[in-house]
């Protein structure tokens, strides 16, 4: 019921903050425009402004919000721990180093209209991910400990990689810069087009194991007494949830905090039963980058805020109140 | 079974050991192939018009070839230098859109803004409502706004000279774009003129008078500018000696210690690095006290709206730096 009125509240913020923008539309010419009418009253520039611009930027906070959160699920689970985010085996580190080997190799290839810089940091996190996963679940146990000390290790070992490559080539560093600053104002259509297509799928194999989930929460042994094949479900996990955050980190660079802070949310909202947390957090997620950046694109117009600051600063305060309040709290 | 649990921990770390292994050599082998093929920007140039004479073609830095079929009346400039160069060239009241750093000259207030400098703080939305018909971005720190305007058929030119004579360059395709060829000639002659009576004052200046210089970029951490960057050029040109010439990198962190072993005369710093740059601050760093330009109070602060453009008053700066570092050779700066 709560999981319904939460994905009603997203459909809802999602047309209304076609309205909101540093050039001011009517929401009632955006209404006209949606329905197709002729007469929307709308400038050639603000229609642009609408389809080109705000539209798949909206989306791809949607979906980007949505993937990181459910990401932050899935990784709070496999290390039964609420710190866990979507980051923590080297998506970020891999996704930054995707994106300087692009730039620095100066390479132009695109796929269906899609930029090297949208590839490029995408295969970057899940080759990173795997590399950590690979070497992580070799180790004496293969336990979830190994697997992040084996990915703290190698994240740190490729943004050493990437600072140096920044500093050997010092005139791109600044055009590296720019790629790896998490925004949500470069999104177009060609990068709808992919995430539309990847998130669903790392959200449908995720969502797909949720009771195995639930399961893993018990304890390694208590699980695998259940008939839980460890190995399979960290492979299917890691799998599902690097693939919503690489995902993500294409489309948008690296955003912090929704990952981290959504899965709470959701689970003071709806419970930590994973077939209801994965989509209530996704939810979530899409929510606050939604809100987010529809006051990062506001607020100081007609410059812009940083989308990173405003999650953190609204999400925060909310996420405390829900804390504070809540009887379940205890039991996170 | 413990033999078998005793070897495959070994021959998975094994594994591992191969796979970071395997990584750090590619990323080696991709460090070299970067270091030879370190990909340089273009300096722009107009192409020659196509044969109807109906269209104006240029290939800017990114080595991207851009048409214009007219000459472009609103322009969106998104860099300081590129505002003041616009200005310099007659062409103030063509420029539609500003960033909230391009403060000179005082007329350039008045122009809408678009957003800060930085790409972050740049509104794209605000851009397209302005209906430009040419934007002029930095051609490092702007590159996703060329993605999105390329998509959206609005005329964007990848800019940023590196040194005086690519400003030249820069000025005379601004020039060729908007038909103020004229204009750009001009002054790219006086500016020329400018700068060779410079050469000449300095060339009067001994070999063993020339001043140990060093250019302050940031305070915390420690940065000069190298011989590659325009203010590197601008020194030498102005007859010092950078006491860092040996620096590949533009920009770049320096050691405190070197710096004090390398003993500068002069220090230059421009006004501000995000705070006001205070001539106190210098001499209680540790070492610094012996060096020979704070022992003679010889720290000087520029003007950082003129050395740090390279546009239409970086002569400005290089003039305030020969008057400040050799005063008895002042007098033959001015015409």
Request: proline share 5%.
């Amino acid at each position: 019921m709560i999981l319904l009125v939460a994905f009603g509240l997203l459909l809802a913020l999602a047309v209304s903050s076609l309205a909101v923008g540093a050039v001011p539309i009517p929401m009632a010419g955006v209404v006209d425009w949606m329905l197709n009418k002729e007469d929307s009253g709308l400038s050639v520039a603000q229609r642009t402004i609408l389809w080109d611009l705000r539209l798949p930027r909206i989306f791809i906070a949607c979906f980007v919000g949505g993937s990181l959160a459910a990401a932050g699920v899935g990784f709070q689970g496999l290390f039964r721990n609420v710190l866990a985010d979507p980051y923590v085996i080297g998506a970020s580190s891999g996704a930054a180093l995707g994106a300087t080997l692009v730039v620095v190799a100066g390479v132009k290839l695109s796929l269906g209209g899609l930029g090297a810089t949208v590839i490029g940091p995408m295969l970057g996190s899940i080759a990173v991910v795997l590399v950590v996963f690979v070497v992580g679940s070799l180790g004496r146990h293969g336990s979830a400990l190994t697997l992040l000390l084996a990915g703290i290790a190698i994240s740190s070992m490729t943004n050493a990689i990437v600072s140096l490559l920044m500093f050997l080539n010092d005139q791109k560093a600044i055009v590296i810069l720019s790629w790896l600053m998490g925004s949500l104002a470069g999104s177009d259509w060609s990068v709808v087009w992919v995430t539309s297509v990847a998130a669903p799928l790392g959200f449908i194999l995720l969502w797909g194991i949720a009771r195995q989930m639930d399961a893993f929460l018990l304890g390694d042994a208590a699980s695998q007494s259940l008939g839980l094949s460890l190995m399979q479900f960290r492979m299917l996990l890691i799998v599902g949830a690097s693939l919503l955050t690489a995902s993500a980190v294409g489309s948008a660079g690296i955003i912090g905090f929704v990952g981290l802070i959504s899965p709470q949310i959701a689970r003071l909202l709806i419970g930590a039963k994973h077939c209801w947390l994965i989509p209530m957090s996704s939810c979530v997620g899409a929510i606050i980058l939604i809100v987010g950046d529809a006051i990062a694109r506001t607020v100081v117009a007609p410059a812009e805020l940083p989308v990173g600051i405003v999650t953190a600063m609204l999400g925060c305060p909310f996420f405390l109140s829900l804390l504070l309040s809540s009887k379940t709290a205890g039991r996170m | 079974m413990r033999g078998i649990r005793r070897t495959r921990p070994s021959t998975s770390a094994m594994n591992g050991f191969y796979a970071i292994g395997f990584l750090v050599v590619l990323s080696f082998v991709l460090l070299a192939a970067c270091e030879r093929g370190a990909l340089e920007s273009k300096v722009p140039a107009a192409k020659p018009p196509a044969a109807d004479n109906s269209e104006i073609r240029l290939v800017d830095r990114l080595d991207r070839e851009v048409r214009f079929t007219k000459t472009p009346t609103r322009i969106v400039s998104l860099s300081p230098s590129t505002t003041e160069l616009l200005f310099a060239l007659g062409l103030g009241s063509s420029i539609v859109g500003r960033t909230e750093h391009c403060n000179y000259p005082p007329e350039a207030l008045e122009i809408a803004k678009v957003g800060s400098g930085t790409l972050e703080g740049i509104s794209r939305e605000a851009i397209v409502n302005l209906r430009p018909d040419l934007v002029l971005c930095k051609w490092d720190s702007h590159q996703p706004l060329i993605e999105t305007f390329e998509k959206l058929g609005i005329p964007i030119v990848a800019f940023g000279p590196e040194n005086i004579q690519e400003m030249f360059q820069e000025a005379r395709l601004i020039g060729s774009i908007t038909g103020q060829q004229a204009e750009a000639e001009q002054l790219v002659d006086r500016m020329s003129a400018r700068l060779e009576r410079f050469k000449a004052v300095v060339s009067t200046i001994d070999a063993q008078d020339r001043k140990r210089v060093f250019y302050q970029v940031w305070d915390a951490p420690l940065m000069t500018a190298g011989p590659t960057s325009f203010i590197g050029e601008i020194l030498t040109t102005a007859g010092f000696n950078n006491v860092f010439s040996d620096l590949t990198n533009r920009y770049t962190r320096v050691n405190s210690e070197v710096l004090v072993e390398r003993d500068p005369q002069i220090i230059f710093a421009p006004t501000t690095h995000s705070t006001e740059v205070k001539l106190e601050s210098f001499a209680t760093r540790p070492g610094w006290g012996n060096v020979a330009a704070v022992r003679d109070g010889k720290i000087f602060i520029i003007n950082g709206d003129q050395v740090s453009r390279c546009g239409p008053r970086l002569l400005d700066a290089m003039e305030q730096m020969i008057r400040l570092g050799y005063p008895h050779v002042a007098a033959g700066l001015e015409p």
